[in-house]
């Protein structure tokens, strides 16, 4: 059933509603979303989204709350220990916005079926390895739900993006063209496809000189991508670098991504790799707030149908303190 923006809503989000238009909000009013994962880095998400004010969002999560959860996860406390993640943070998150629907499911991901995902506007993953995030990307690909996977390892953390195809307005100011007026307001519908997680991951940069390829893409994406392969590998353990072992294997499966994508083997150094093996099984909360405010701005973004959302990689490296955005193709030579 759509939801009607009441006088009251329209006043508690006047600032929205300027900023994005009353059509905007409407849309968002009434989006769903699922946030599968309860982390850290899931809690900001949940924090900017729920204060826009969507219309439901749902908390997907079947592990407990540890004592390690509390370091940086503001939406449980001790007293939740032992609870279910999503049970103990939908407590907190209702008190955010109570015009907006909590929903707990605290059933495991991987034992949900493909068209769980496709009844959300949109689905947001984070914290998931990468047979999860490419199984869900192809459901919501089958139905055009947007999808995003993010996650946070320490100093490190990536959003990706996939929209299949997105429509979307753009606000340009013209010139006046007399003078005292005012300057006209231009709105142009804009489109843009997007490349599935899989493909990406099939990308080939046809083996340029890494100043070069500095240029177009990051190290650290090709990081992020050798911890997903060990992850893989290991049912979804990260690496500790406790463990010579571990960090022998990730400078081996560097080795083999670099390989397969034709990138120079010295691209990503020994020292970014074993900085993000340190701290992976990390939430550093600044960091967490960083990705976590990019992320929901971005889902809100999507929800309004405004300006164009991310395309369609996003990478924070919290040692540099940059964050660059790369659209990345199956081919991108």
Same mark, same amino acid.
């Given at each position: 059933?759509?939801?009607?923006?009441?006088?009251?809503?329209?006043?508690?989000?006047?600032?929205?509603?300027?900023?994005?238009?009353?059509?905007?909000?409407?849309?968002?009013?009434?989006?769903?979303?699922?946030?599968?994962?309860?982390?850290?880095?899931?809690?900001?998400?949940?924090?900017?989204?729920?204060?826009?004010?969507?219309?439901?969002?749902?908390?997907?999560?079947?592990?407990?709350?540890?004592?390690?959860?509390?370091?940086?996860?503001?939406?449980?406390?001790?007293?939740?220990?032992?609870?279910?993640?999503?049970?103990?943070?939908?407590?907190?998150?209702?008190?955010?916005?109570?015009?907006?629907?909590?929903?707990?499911?605290?059933?495991?991901?991987?034992?949900?079926?493909?068209?769980?995902?496709?009844?959300?506007?949109?689905?947001?993953?984070?914290?998931?390895?990468?047979?999860?995030?490419?199984?869900?990307?192809?459901?919501?690909?089958?139905?055009?739900?947007?999808?995003?996977?993010?996650?946070?390892?320490?100093?490190?953390?990536?959003?990706?993006?996939?929209?299949?195809?997105?429509?979307?307005?753009?606000?340009?100011?013209?010139?006046?063209?007399?003078?005292?007026?005012?300057?006209?307001?231009?709105?142009?519908?804009?489109?843009?496809?997007?490349?599935?997680?899989?493909?990406?991951?099939?990308?080939?940069?046809?083996?340029?000189?890494?100043?070069?390829?500095?240029?177009?893409?990051?190290?650290?994406?090709?990081?992020?991508?050798?911890?997903?392969?060990?992850?893989?590998?290991?049912?979804?353990?990260?690496?500790?670098?406790?463990?010579?072992?571990?960090?022998?294997?990730?400078? =081996?499966?560097?080795? #083999?991504?670099?390989?397969?994508?034709?990138?120079?083997? /010295? @691209?990503?150094?020994? *020292?970014? !790799?074993? &900085?993000?093996?340190? =701290?992976?099984?990390? #939430?550093?909360?600044?960091?967490?707030?960083?990705?976590? /405010? @990019?992320?929901?701005? *971005?889902? !809100?973004? &999507?929800?309004?149908?405004?300006?164009?959302?991310?395309?369609?990689?996003?990478?924070?490296?919290?040692?540099?303190?940059?964050?660059?955005?790369?659209?990345?193709?199956?081919?991108?030579?």
């Amino acid at each position: 059933m759509e939801h009607k923006i009441t006088e009251d809503e329209a006043a508690l989000y006047d600032r929205q509603i300027r900023l994005w238009g009353l059509e905007a909000q409407h849309r968002m009013r009434n989006a769903s979303i699922l946030i599968a994962g309860m982390r850290a880095l899931s809690d900001e998400v949940c924090k900017n989204i729920i204060l826009a004010g969507v219309g439901s969002i749902t908390l997907l999560e079947h592990e407990v709350v540890t004592e390690e959860d509390l370091g940086a996860q503001f939406l449980v406390r001790q007293e939740d220990i032992g609870r279910n993640r999503a049970e103990a943070a939908a407590e907190k998150a209702r008190h955010l916005n109570p015009r907006v629907k909590v929903i707990v499911d605290q059933e495991n991901i991987a034992d949900k079926p493909d068209s769980y995902f496709t009844q959300f506007n949109v689905v947001c993953l984070t914290g998931c390895n990468a047979e999860q995030m490419i199984r869900v990307d192809n459901a919501c690909r089958e139905t055009k739900t947007g999808l995003y996977a993010a996650g946070v390892h320490g100093f490190f953390g990536y959003i990706f993006c996939d929209l299949t195809h997105h429509e979307y307005r753009e606000e340009t100011q013209e010139p006046a063209t007399e003078r005292g007026k005012e300057p006209e307001t231009k709105i142009t519908q804009r489109s843009q496809s997007y490349d599935s997680l899989a493909s990406t991951l099939e990308t080939t940069w046809g083996n340029p000189k890494p100043k070069v390829l500095r240029r177009k893409v990051s190290p650290l994406l090709f990081a992020i991508q050798v911890l997903w392969m060990f992850q893989q590998k290991h049912d979804g353990r990260l690496p500790l670098i406790s463990n010579e072992e571990d960090l022998d294997e990730i400078f =081996s499966l560097r080795d #083999e991504r670099l390989k397969s994508a034709e990138v120079d083997s /010295g @691209f990503v150094d020994d *020292d970014l !790799l074993r &900085t993000l093996v340190t =701290s992976a099984t990390a #939430e550093i909360s600044p960091v967490c707030a960083i990705v976590g /405010g @990019f992320l929901a701005q *971005d889902i !809100l973004k &999507t929800l309004s149908g405004k300006d164009a959302p991310l395309l369609n990689y996003f990478l924070y490296n919290g040692i540099e303190g940059t964050g660059l955005v790369h659209h990345v193709q199956k081919t991108n030579v």
